[in-house]
């Protein structure tokens, strides 16, 4: 059945998201869709500007195959494959649906670290992150829907709704707030259970809105390497590499993640002893989609949260780049709207935001549906 929100979103990911333009080529690369439509929709409109698209259609269950059975050497070579592929491409969509989502629980934690070194990094990391125009996003499964604790029609509903938002007018209404976190050096963040001090002076300072997310609502850049100083509590669930952590608890000394705690602290610091890199932390981000309100395991989604911002041990961006390298990426959330417990934020001393609202009256556009 034809749809027409998927006309939207295509049109979105061509035209506003990767801006193709003739020629270009585009790898459209497809994670447990449950239908064809948009991969479809994509490669018409890809075509019928001028591009050229190639597909890639995986299975996560293949995949976990994959990565238990791994080595050093097949797991290098497929590395070696997609990077050379990626390195002839222009842009990429990146699309995952999920018919389980737990589907890499069992995944040994070695193999995944092999998967993310030799595999992963070298393709997305050094490849499609720096040199491709890239947008990545979720597609709505019953899967999705369950962990939004809503009814699969009701969270299609939401999902294009979220997805297809005004990212021109997000682009203008996060104007101010670039402009404040360019003009900052010191950041103070307070919430129950979190204390945490660090710099972003000198680092630049990216507002998204929809050309490498979708959904998409933040401004993000990085805490100075070694200026991170406190505690901080997350109070947002996250699901990593299949496994789900709560209760996250880092402590920092001058930039680096010296305790952590979680209901798997274990498997936690493992992560965090990946590489070096892994216990200092890559980004920092304000979430400002005021459509989003409540986490459901899925970061896309859950670092946009009204009120939230998003604390990210691993790998710097290079648009935003604190210095920071890692095979980790992991985008932590922590809310602070009144319903997860408040708290306040300030630039320089002056407060910034409090329970999630932001205070000055250039930033007021930011607090609309919350």
């Known amino acids: 059945m034809h749809d027409a929100r998927i006309d939207r979103l295509a049109d979105i990911l061509i035209d506003h998201s990767c801006r193709l ?19 479809v929709r994509l490669v018409e409109l890809a075509s019928a500007r001028g591009a050229q698209p190639f597909v890639s259609w995986k299975s996560n269950e293949v995949l976990r195959a994959l990565y238990r059975s791994g080595t050093v050497d097949n797991l290098g070579l497929a590395g070696e494959f997609e990077q050379t592929r990626m390195e002839a491409m222009d842009a990429y969509i990146g ?29 997305h990391s050094q490849v499609r992150v720096p040199h491709t125009k890239w947008v990545v996003l979720r597609y709505p499964t019953a899967s999705m829907a369950q962990a939004a604790d809503m009814s699969t029609p009701a969270f299609e509903d939401f999902y294009f709704d979220v997805c297809t938002a005004d990212y021109a007018q997000m682009a203008k209404d996060q104007e101010p707030l670039v402009a404040r976190m360019d003009a900052t050096d010191q950041v103070r963040i307070v919430s129950p ?25 933040e401004v993000f850049t990085a805490p100075v390497r070694d200026s991170v100083n406190g505690v901080i509590r997350y109070n947002t ?73 998003h604390f990210t041990p691993g ?56």
């Open 315 to 370: 790998q710097a961006y290079e648009d935003a780049d604190n210095g920071n390298r890692s095979c980790v990426h992991w985008d932590l959330v922590l809310i602070q709207r009144p319903d997860y417990g408040g708290g306040k934020m300030w630039f320089d001393g002056e407060l910034i935001r409090q329970d999630g609202r932001f205070v000055p009256d250039d930033l007021q556009r930011l607090n609309e549906g919350l």
């Open 21 to 39: 333009a003739p020629g270009e080529k585009v790898l459209i690369e497809a994670f447990d869709l449950p239908e064809t439509n948009l991969v």
């Open 95 to 123: 699309i995952r649906g999920a018919t389980n989502s737990s589907q890499f629980v069992d995944v040994p934690q070695t193999q995944m670290e092999l998967y993310q070194k030799h595999w992963w990094h070298v393709v």
């Open 237 to 309: 669930a996250s699901r990593y590499q299949g496994t789900v952590f709560q209760d996250i608890e880092f402590t920092f000394r001058d930039g680096k993640i010296v305790e952590a705690k979680a209901n798997e602290t274990e498997k936690l610091n493992t992560i965090l002893d990946s590489d070096e890199g892994a216990r200092y932390i890559g980004e920092w981000a304000i979430g400002c989609n005021n459509r989003v309100r409540h986490p459901m395991l899925d970061t896309l989604f859950d670092e946009k949260i009204g009120g939230s911002f």
């Open 193 to 217: 259970g979190t204390d945490l001090t660090f710099s972003i002076q000198g680092i630049p300072v990216r507002p998204c809105h929809g050309q490498r997310n979708i959904p998409d609502g």
